[in-house]
C-alpha cells in the first residue's frame, strides 16, 4: 500500500470478537478496537477513522446510537453495523440516523465480511484523494423528483416538499414508465413503495444502486421485513427507510437530508460518491437486476459520457 | 326460534262465554271434559275484546251455600266474574309474559290467564302450569348453552395460557438463538484464523524434516543440504514461530471460551426448558435465577445490570420450568420498563417458613390505576402485538398454585419491585410436629 493504511475502527462490547477481527484484518489495515462505545467517540474526535464497524446490542449504548453520534462528528467515516440480533427498529435507526454503508450479522462470512472491508477501503481511499469541497453556488440547484406512489399521502408530502424547494416533480404509473423517465432525465431523488401497480420495485431500486449510484432513495412503505430491509441497505444502499403511515415530520425531514446529500454531491467530483452496493446474493434477483441495468443503457450511458 | 311463537305455544283457544250468559250454564259449561284442565273461564264482549275471567272457585264459593244454586243459577256470569283478569298479548316474550304473570298472581292461584293478539282481541287461554314449563324448558335451554360457553371458554383459557406460553418460549428460543451467534460469529473466525496461521508451521516442519533427513544422510550431497538448509531457513521466516505463539494460544483460549459460551446457552435452554415432573423435583431457586438469567440475558444485556444478591436457599418441590416462566417474565417485564440503563436487583433469602425472591427495578414504575390490575388477565401497557397481558397473570396463577404469594409495589420514576414468597414445607411440617 502506498498511501496511508486504512484505518478501521471495531467496536464491541464482547473483546473476543475485537481480538478475532483484529487478528483478521491487520495485516492488510491499521485496525483499532474498543469495547466501550464512549470511548470509540473520544477516539473519532481525536484521530482520523476510515471505516467504524460496530455491534448493536452494547450496554452503554446501542450500535444504531454510536453510528449516528459518529455521523455528527466525523461525517466521512464509512458505518457499518455488525450484529448477531436481526432486530428491524435497530436496522431503521442505523440506516436513518447512523446512514450506515452496510448491515452485516454475525456470525460472519470471513470473505464477504473481508469484501465489504475491501469496497469500503477503495472508497475511503477515494475520498482521501478527493477532499470535499461544497461550493456554495450549487447548494440550492433544482432538483428532478421522481415519485414511484400511488399513495395520495406520500404525494401530499413530496408535492409540498417540491412547492417549497422549487424542485420538479415527476410522476409515474408504473416501472415502465419509472424506465422511461430514468432513462430520459437525471433524477436525484426517488420516493418509493416496494410496490408499484402490483409490481415489486426492490430490483429496480437495486439496479439503480448499480447504475446511479448518486441517486438517493427513500422507501415508503407498509411492508416491515428485517431480511428485506437488511438487503435494501446492503443491495440497493437506500438512503432512508420509513414506515406508513407516513410521519410528515420524519419523512420531511428525510427529504430535506436527501436534497442537502443530492446538492453536494453535484459540487464533487463524480468519483467520490461513496457508495457501492453489494451485488444481490440470490440468482433470480441478479438476473432481474441485470436485465433491467440492460433497460437502463441510456441512464448509464448519460452517466458515463 | 322467535318469542312470540313461544307463548303461542301455550294458546288454548277455550270458547268464551257471553257476558250474560247464566252462572248455571257456565257452572254446566266447566264440568265438561274439554274444560277439565281450566281454572276459569273467559268472558267477552260482542266485539271480541275480553271482559273477565269467571273461576270455578268463585262459582264454587256460591254453590256452597245453601240454596245458592236456586238463588244465584240464573244471574247472568258477568256479576260474578273477575272484571280484571290477567291478560297478556302473544307478542310478549315468554319472560316479559312470565314476569307480568308472576308479578300480578295472587294465592291460591284461582284462575288461569287470557292471551290477546296485538288489537287486544281475546285469542285463547293459557295456564299457569304451562308457562312454568315453558319456563323451565327455557332454562334448562340457557343452562346447557352456558353449560357449553364455559367448556368453550376453559378452552380458550387454556389454549391462550398454551399460546403465552408458546410465546415466551418463543421469544426465549429466538433470543438465545441471537445470543449464540456472538461466540458463534468468533469461534468460526478462530477456526479459520487458526487454519490460515497454522499453514506455515506444516511448510516449516516439512521444511526442517527434510533438512534433518539429509542430516541424518551421510551421503547427501553438499548442493542438496544447501537448498535444504535454505528452505528451512525460509520457512522458518515465513511461519515467524515464535510470533504465533502468543497469537495461537490467544485463538485456542478465547475459541475455547466461546464454546464453552455456546455450550451454557444451549444447557441453559434445555435446563430452562424441561418438562415438569408435576412438583416432584426440589429445587434451589437460585439455579432457576442464573438459568433465567442465561435465557433473559439478551433482552436485558443493553437495558440493564443485574445484580444478584443470592442468600443461601433450602431446596423447595416446585415446577422448576413454571417457576423459570415467572422469573423470566418478571426480568424481561424489569428490562422493558427501565428507560436507558439501569439496574436489576435479584435478591433472595430464607425465612423459617418460607423462602423469598426480590426482583427489583430502577425502571419507570407504574402509577396506582395500573398497579392494581397488573395481574388481570389480557391488562397490558404494552402496545397491540407486543404482549398478550397474560404473562403476570399466569406468574400469578403459577406462583398461587405452588402456594405461594406474589406481591408488587411500585413508585413512578423510582421502580417496581416483585416479590415472591414460597413456603417451606418440610419447615411448616416441623413446626406441626413440635
Known amino acids: ?305 | 326460534m322467535t318469542t312470540t311463537s313461544a307463548l303461542a305455544r301455550l294458546l288454548k283457544p277455550v270458547m268464551p262465554l257471553a257476558p250474560g250468559m247464566s252462572i248455571a250454564d257456565v257452572a254446566d259449561r266447566l264440568l265438561t271434559p274439554e274444560h277439565k284442565a281450566f281454572l276459569s273461564l273467559p268472558i267477552v264482549d260482542a266485539a271480541g275484546y275480553p271482559l273477565g275471567l269467571v273461576s270455578r272457585s268463585a262459582l264454587q264459593d256460591i254453590f256452597m251455600q245453601r240454596f245458592g244454586r236456586d238463588l244465584r243459577g240464573r244471574h247472568p256470569v258477568q256479576e260474578v266474574m273477575n272484571p280484571a283478569p290477567l291478560v297478556v298479548s302473544l307478542d310478549t316474550s315468554l319472560e316479559e309474559a312470565a314476569k307480568q304473570i308472576t308479578g300480578q298472581l295472587q294465592y291460591p292461584i284461582t284462575e288461569d290467564f287470557i292471551l290477546v293478539d296485538a288489537q287486544g282481541q281475546y285469542r285463547g287461554l293459557g295456564t299457569v302450569l304451562d308457562l312454568l314449563k315453558a319456563m323451565e324448558a327455557r332454562i334448562a335451554q340457557r343452562n346447557a348453552v352456558l353449560r357449553r360457553a364455559l367448556v368453550d371458554l376453559k378452552e380458550s383459557q387454556a389454549q391462550l395460557v398454551q399460546s403465552e406460553k408458546m410465546a415466551s418460549l418463543g421469544q426465549m428460543v429466538a433470543g438465545v438463538a441471537h445470543e449464540l451467534n456472538t461466540p458463534l460469529g468468533y469461534v468460526k473466525n478462530n477456526v479459520q484464523l487458526l487454519r490460515e496461521l497454522s499453514a506455515p508451521l506444516f511448510e516449516l516442519a516439512e521444511a526442517q524434516a527434510a533438512l534433518a533427513d539429509c542430516l541424518a544422510d551421510p551421503h547427501c550431497a553438499e548442493v542438496r543440504l544447501a537448498v535444504a538448509l535454505d528452505n528451512a531457513a525460509k520457512a522458518r521466516e515465513q511461519a515467524t514461530p515464535e510470533l504465533l505463539v502468543e497469537d495461537l494460544n490467544q485463538l485456542f483460549d478465547d475459541t475455547l471460551y466461546g464454546l464453552q459460551q455456546i455450550a451454557e446457552l444451549v444447557v441453559g435452554l434445555k435446563d430452562f426448558a424441561r418438562l415438569d415432573r408435576a412438583m416432584s423435583e426440589e429445587v434451589d431457586l437460585n439455579d432457576c435465577i442464573r438459568s433465567a438469567l442465561v435465557i433473559a440475558r439478551n433482552s436485558i444485556k443493553d437495558k440493564a445490570e443485574a445484580i444478584l444478591q443470592l442468600g443461601e436457599l433450602p431446596r423447595i418441590p416446585c415446577a422448576p420450568s413454571q417457576i423459570n416462566q415467572v422469573l423470566l417474565n418478571l426480568f424481561t417485564n424489569a428490562a422493558q420498563a427501565i428507560e436507558g440503563f439501569g439496574q436489576i436487583r435479584v435478591k433472595t433469602w430464607a425465612e423459617e417458613t418460607a423462602v423469598f425472591i426480590s426482583v427489583q427495578d430502577s425502571g419507570r414504575g407504574m402509577p396506582a390505576g395500573v398497579l392494581a390490575r397488573i395481574f388481570d388477565p389480557f391488562f397490558t401497557t404494552k402496545p397491540v402485538g407486543q404482549g398478550t397481558g397474560l404473562g403476570l397473570s399466569i406468574s400469578f396463577k403459577i406462583i398461587q398454585d405452588h402456594g405461594g404469594l406474589i406481591r408488587v409495589a411500585s413508585e413512578p420514576g423510582r421502580g417496581t419491585r416483585f416479590l415472591i414468597r414460597l413456603p417451606r414445607p418440610q419447615a411448616a411440617a416441623l413446626q406441626r410436629s413440635a
Open chain 1, 1 to 305: 500500500m502506498t498511501a496511508a493504511p486504512i484505518r478501521i475502527l471495531f467496536v464491541d462490547d464482547e473483546e473476543r470478537i475485537l481480538r478475532s477481527l483484529a487478528l483478521q484484518f491487520r495485516r492488510q489495515y491499521e485496525v483499532l478496537t474498543e469495547s466501550d462505545p464512549h470511548r470509540a467517540l473520544q477516539r473519532l474526535k481525536s484521530e482520523a477513522v476510515h471505516i467504524l464497524v460496530s455491534d448493536q446490542r452494547m450496554p452503554q449504548m446501542s450500535g444504531a446510537e454510536l453510528l449516528a453520534q459518529a455521523r455528527e462528528i466525523a461525517p466521512q467515516t464509512l458505518r457499518i453495523l455488525l450484529t448477531g440480533y436481526s432486530d428491524l427498529d435497530a436496522a431503521v435507526a442505523a440506516l436513518n440516523g447512523g446512514g450506515i454503508f452496510r448491515y452485516l450479522t454475525k456470525p460472519w462470512d470471513q470473505q464477504e465480511m473481508a469484501f465489504t472491508l475491501r469496497q469500503a477501503a477503495q472508497i475511503a481511499a477515494r475520498q482521501v484523494q478527493a477532499p470535499v469541497v461544497p461550493s456554495a453556488s450549487l447548494l440550492a440547484a433544482q432538483l428532478n423528483v421522481l415519485l414511484l406512489d400511488e399513495d395520495p399521502q406520500t404525494l401530499a408530502v413530496v408535492g409540498d416538499f417540491c412547492v417549497a424547494g422549487g424542485h420538479r416533480l415527476l410522476r409515474v404509473n408504473n416501472l415502465g414508465e419509472a424506465l422511461g423517465v430514468l432513462n430520459e432525465l437525471p433524477v436525484d431523488l426517488l420516493v418509493s413503495d416496494l410496490k408499484l401497480a402490483g409490481e415489486e420495485v426492490a430490483p429496480l431500486l437495486k439496479s439503480l444502486a448499480q447504475a446511479h449510484p448518486r441517486l438517493l432513495t427513500l422507501v415508503v412503505t407498509p411492508f416491515c421485513d428485517t431480511q428485506a430491509l437488511l438487503k435494501l441497505i446492503n443491495e440497493a444502499q437506500i438512503f432512508r427507510y420509513l414506515p406508513k403511515p407516513i410521519r410528515r415530520g420524519l419523512f420531511e425531514k428525510g427529504l430535506q437530508a436527501a436534497a442537502e446529500q443530492a446538492q453536494l454531491w453535484r459540487a464533487q467530483p463524480t468519483q467520490v460518491v461513496s457508495r457501492l452496493p453489494e451485488m444481490p446474493r440470490e440468482e433470480r434477483e441478479r438476473e432481474k437486476v441485470g436485465s433491467l441495468l440492460g433497460m437502463l443503457g441510456r441512464l448509464r450511458e448519460r452517466l458515463t459520457a
